[in-house]
């Protein structure tokens, strides 16, 4: 059964066992706009909680990504080369890197959609 | 300009066997084929014939899809859009000058040598600076050269603990960027709401690894940094440099110099300030000046003057023993010196007297564009500005028009829009600089016409969202460029 | 106080401070402290009329004295046709700002696009960007560029090779960027391919920077070199001056990742040193890493093919720190003598400067070894129209340099005391090459003849 949580970044990672599923939300792509381009790690980097491992351009913006939790990179979403737009169309089922996680218990430090959700709502105004 | 799209590439107008230019035989053999084969190119490039006048023709026409300051205002913010005066560009052009080759002896070049020395003591006195290298061949390169200058200085010292720079969350964006490329790390400092450097927010942030604090004034809204003695102070007790980008020197002409203000290094750009044109984005210049105490630090080749019994009088300094911390080169040789002989001519023609008033004038062209729009642009800093000032947005934003629609409404007046969304301390920022050089019908008519758009966007929306609606071209798709970039004309279906 | 460049009249100023509210001016700095304000005028002679500033810059013009150019070394004496700078100084072109706005500005992107196209075709390389400030910036931002795309990786390797000024340059860069500068030994004139491949072996290297025609004019060959750098996983950076390319294997040819170098020879006065322009250009894969500004075309409202910057995201207004390079302003109208010029020029005319440049140089080469002053540093070397000699006269050769300048010639650059790199192109005529070994014969031996009244004047000057 896999679980969605998100970071105050706006990236949200799906779990399952010990799989983590990692992009952007849809309130993310919102804001961003057209997405022409991703900057993805490759095969085999490290990734460490709150570090910065890639970017999302739109034409008048860049957004760096922030890892919500540590892991190894097991693939990075080809589709996303050659069809950045994916991510406007169906953000959190284009996820944009694919990690075995390292220490799950940096989940605790996220939040569930709902907390998310509210965090958005404090964001706006 | 002209309304009606010219859009051709020259290679369209290319037609094989067709020649458009002339050379002299000079009666030696040809060697090419002589040459091994295996080093020279397979085929030929894939370049234009046309004939002189298809050429002259399609330049000609293509210019006229084009605006420039000769065509009309330009009121965007930190460019300063002023007139270029066309006695530089003749003095700029005297083959006395356009023909010397770098390498041509200090005896031959000494009109050049004293040309730029000239100009670098000018500089030395409108920035309160001990020294000016002229070398930079823009704002950023300078920004990136003053950094380097300040590194080094730093180095000198045996300090090697300064590896990070203080920039203003409202800073260009060149700041942060040449921070990186001199290898330093770029720690942001809060703003006040009016734009200013919160000093209880930077305080806190001072410590033995700051290399440097990167600022301007006035600052990125068009507020001056009164704060700014204050801040010398505790930048230089930590035992940091502070560094003055130049590109909001205009009203400061005539009123203060930033080396007055404790600023150690500074950079000027001359294609803003002192009128050398832009050229649709270049070439510039960014003269990189320091106090008293750093011009050993500035990059090589410098221009000495000996005393008044050598001859010749001006020489060149490629670093010596006497200056083992000189930065090296940033520039082949003393940067883009026909920019700097167009500089020259500016500040000879304006005198003392003139550079004077110059900022004054800039200064009130400003204030008296944002009294006259305030009442129907929000403005979210109600105070007196220098030579530009920034809008956020309309003041009744509830037809939902956005700074990008008046400013793509503007064009349609024949007015090029101002700066949009920067600085990034307002949403809809719309950065308004009027320069010393524009008259009060000019800037009575650019009222006028922002006047009619807020009542445009309240009136008939759809109008100015749909904007602009009168010019060559029309909303070109940005995202398909981004998404699939077609940068050659091989490449063009 | 009046002026031709302030519209404002008393009246003017009046009805402006009163729509402020204010009295005088002096408020408008209400805000600035006392203390900061400067009490007194400039220290700077008052305003000059129009007369004036010409009288001032002709009297610094006659204090130059430009000679007949043998020299080269980075800066080349080409012919700038007459439509180049006519057209150049249009306002619409000069006094445009950067085209943010491509709605009106459409003048400007099309001539970039141009530029870009041409470019990529001199250098054989599948883009290009829109200038960068001179060569020498170009190849240290190269380097920069392979440093960001090889990630972990902080070492490159120059050839020996390379013209001083451009390693000087890319040594202050590396210097502050925090990059390992390694140098390529040369040997008799060309990059030692030994000696990289050792040096590739160490490993680290993000790139390898290598120049053809080198700085000593010699067109060396880099066979295997491409593979060998790639197999490294490093990237290769080729510079050579612009012109050149249109005649020479290009970078492309040669399997380089990004060429970068100098475009001044194509078209644009030597003007002291600048403006000039770097071209940089590289493989459409390493697009997103290239610096500066890029023009892409696209379609409007209408349809219409129209042009616009694109890819502005790897820029410092949107990526700040994070940027590909913190370039702003670029070379901009350069640009658009480029395109003028290569117009004009074809790749038939570019053929020819090229032929006439390498016949011109080839044949005062010879000449100067018949008369024993000189002989070839490398002559078993290929080059161009550039080559270096070194002198055998019975003088020192920077009094021979000396003489041929009072002559008014600009005989080459000495790279060492008994070394001159020399240069010919095809402004060069046949009388000026022939008066130049001629001096060559007359002013090598010790004995050199009284310069008052002892050779009749015109037989020496150019």
Sequence with gaps: ????????????????????????????????????????????????????????????????????????????????????RLINEDAMANWIVKIELTDPSELENLMDEEAYRAHCEAEKH | MNKKYYGKVIFELSRPGRQGYSLPSNGCDDVLPTLPAGLLRQNAPQLPEVDELTAV????????????????????????????????????????????HPFQPSATVQGALEAYYTLQRMLCEIGGMAEFTLNPYAGAHGELTGLMVIRAYHESRGDTKRTKVIVPDSAHGTNPASAAVAGLKVVEVKSLPDGTVDVNALRPLLDDTIAAVMMTNPNTVGIFEHNIPEIAEIVHACGALLYYDGANLNPLLGVARPG?????????????????????????????????????????????????????????????EKAPHALGRISSWLGNFAVELRALAYILSLGSDGLKLAGTLATLNANYVKESLRDLYALPIDRVCKHEFVFDGLADKSTGVTTLNVAKRLLDHGFHAPTIYFPLLFHESLMIEPT????KETLDEFIAVMRDIAREAAEDPE??????????????????????????????? | MTHRYFPHTPEDIAAMLERCNMKSLDELYSDVPESLKLKRDYDLQPQMSEKEVRDFFEELAVRNQPLTCFAGAGFYDHYTPAVVQSLASRSEFLTAYTPYQPEISQGTLQYIFEYQSMMTQLTGMEVSNASM??????????????????????????????????????????????????????KDGVTDLDTMREMLADGDVAGVIVATPNFYGILEDYTGVADMVHAAKALLIMTAPASTLGVIRTPGEWGADIAAGEAQSLGMPLNFGGPYLGYICCSKALIRKLPGRIVGATTDADGQRVFVLTLQAREQHIRRDKATSNICSNQGLMALYVAMYLSLMGAKGLREVNELSAAGAHYLASRLVETGAFELKYPDRPFLNEFVVRFKGEVKLADFVEVCNSCGCLPGVMISEDELLVCVTETRTKEEIDRYVWRAETFSKATVPAMNGGVAANEMSN
């Design chain 2, 260 to 320: 007055d203000m404790g600023f150690d290094v500074m950079h000027i750009n001359l294609h803003k300030t002192f009128s050398t044109p832009h050229g649709g984005g270049g070439p510039g210049a960014g003269p990189v000046g320091v106090r008293a105490g750093l011009e050993q630090f500035l990059p090589n080749p410098r221009v000495v003057k000996h005393s008044g019994d050598d001859d010749p009088l001006f020489h060149l300094d490629f670093g010596t």
């Design chain 1, 1 to 84: 059964m896999s679980k969605t949580y998100y970071s105050p970044t706006h990236e949200y990672v799906t779990v399952d066992g010990n799989i983590g599923y990692i992009g952007i939300s849809d309130y993310a792509q919102h804001a961003l706009g057209n997405v022409v381009y991703v900057d993805m790690p490759e095969q085999g980097d490290d990734l460490e909680a709150g570090e910065e491992f890639g970017a999302v351009e739109s034409v008048k913006a860049a957004s760096d990504l922030f890892a919500p939790v540590s892991g190894a990179v097991i693939e990075s979403n080809e589709q996303l080369i050659d069809n950045p």
């Design chain 2, 436 to 439: 010393e050089t524009e008259s």
């Design chain 2, 57 to 100: 023709r399609h330049y000609n026409n293509m210019s006229t899809n084009n605006f420039g300051v000769d065509t009309g205002f330009y009121p965007l913010g930190s460019c300063t859009m002023k007139y270029n005066p066309k006695i530089n560009e003749e003095m700029a052009s005297l083959p006395a000058f356009t023909s010397l």
């Design chain 3, 133 to 186: 400030y001179d060569g020498t910036t170009a190849v240290a931002e190269a380097m920069l560029m392979a440093i960001s795309h090889a990630r972990k990786r902080n070492r490159v390797l120059v050839s020996a090779t390379l013209n001083p000024i451009y390693r000087e340059v890319i040594d202050t860069y590396a210097r502050y960027h925090g990059v390992r500068v390694d140098t390529i030994a040369e």
């Design chain 2, 463 to 493: 109008t100015v969202k749909n904007a602009p609606l009168e010019t060559p071209i029309r909303k070109p798709d940005d995202t398909a460029a981004a998404l699939n970039p077609v940068v050659t004309f091989a490449e063009l279906d």
